[in-house]
């Protein structure tokens, strides 16, 4: 059976985290903008994160902005050993709680300071390069901006470089100026056009990260998903991240949730082993 400890993936020599991790964007505000209702509730849960034994927290300090960090910060410091922070920048909000791209060099380097006061790190683990919009790349050149981020590596603020939001020759190009050793884009059952970019990437041994795990299903994906999870007397976001953990052992998890409950619910469901039959009922969701 599987269990947190035995399902780890090494991003690095020095970086061994649980395959399930834990994405910290709902414990901001309505549409990640200002404080939660309940930051006791926010709080417990991190917590909670710990207690189970997941060592991968996702996070961003535009996720707020600042407030997200600030309570990873309140729950959990001073982090335990095997805890690992991965971040994200590249981005900012504006008033209107829009998500405009902040990619020129010294907006990086502001954003990784920004990240270290927040969370009350001298060093971030994983900063993760965020090019793209919403949940596809934008194509061009990220020369400049993965350069910048080098830079911090080099100036030892940052540990080990990522990317998010970002196409095949984006990595190549970021490989070119440094290693990198997760990537983290839009993908789940219905939606795979990294199906062979997680492949190549598996082959190298860096990380993949999917978010939006029932994001951008038509009903008919949908029904067939809540079929399955129903036949499996399961949650169809459970099943979401059992098929993600089989689909490849690069998969990295990152779910997000406001609720203890819903966190336990998730790490149990995403931990259990899909029979054939419900596999090939899902992988026929995609097309």
Request: hydrophobic share 45%; proline share 6%; with cysteine.
């Amino acid at each position: 059976m599987n269990t947190l400890s035995n399902t780890t993936f090494s991003l690095a020599d020095d970086l061994t985290v649980t395959r399930i991790g834990y994405g910290a964007m709902q414990l901001a505000g309505p549409h990640v903008f200002g404080p939660p209702t309940d930051r006791d509730a926010a709080v417990a849960i991190l917590r909670e994160v710990v207690e189970l034994g997941i060592t991968h927290i996702d996070t961003a300090d535009y996720y707020g902005p600042t407030i997200t960090n600030q309570i990873i910060k309140e729950a959990l410091h001073p982090y335990p050993d095997d805890l690992h922070i991965v971040t994200k920048v590249g981005a900012l909000r504006d008033a209107k709680g829009g998500w405009p791209h902040a990619l020129a060099p010294e907006q990086l380097r502001k954003a990784v300071y920004d990240n270290l006061t927040n969370l009350g790190l001298d060093a971030l683990d994983v900063v993760n390069l965020r090019v793209g919009g919403y949940n596809r790349p934008d194509p061009g050149s990220i020369a400049e901006s993965f350069t910048a981020l080098a830079q911090l590596q080099q100036e030892g603020v940052i540990k080990h470089l990522g990317l998010s939001t970002v196409n095949a020759e984006q990595i190549a190009e970021a490989q070119e100026i440094a290693p990198i050793v997760c990537v983290q884009n839009f993908y789940n059952i219905a939606n795979r056009d990294d199906d062979a970019l997680i492949d190549s990437l598996a082959a190298q041994r860096i990380a993949y990260v999917p978010y939006f795990p029932l994001g951008g299903f038509s009903p008919l994906q949908s029904d067939t998903l809540h079929s399955v999870a129903k036949r499996l007397s399961s949650t169809p976001i459970a099943v979401a991240l059992a098929w993600l953990l089989q689909r490849s052992p690069n998969i990295l998890l990152i779910p997000g949730t406001s609720s203890v409950a819903h966190l336990r619910e998730n790490v149990a469901g995403a931990l259990r082993a899909l029979p054939a039959d419900a596999l090939a009922e899902l992988n026929s969701i995609a097309g």
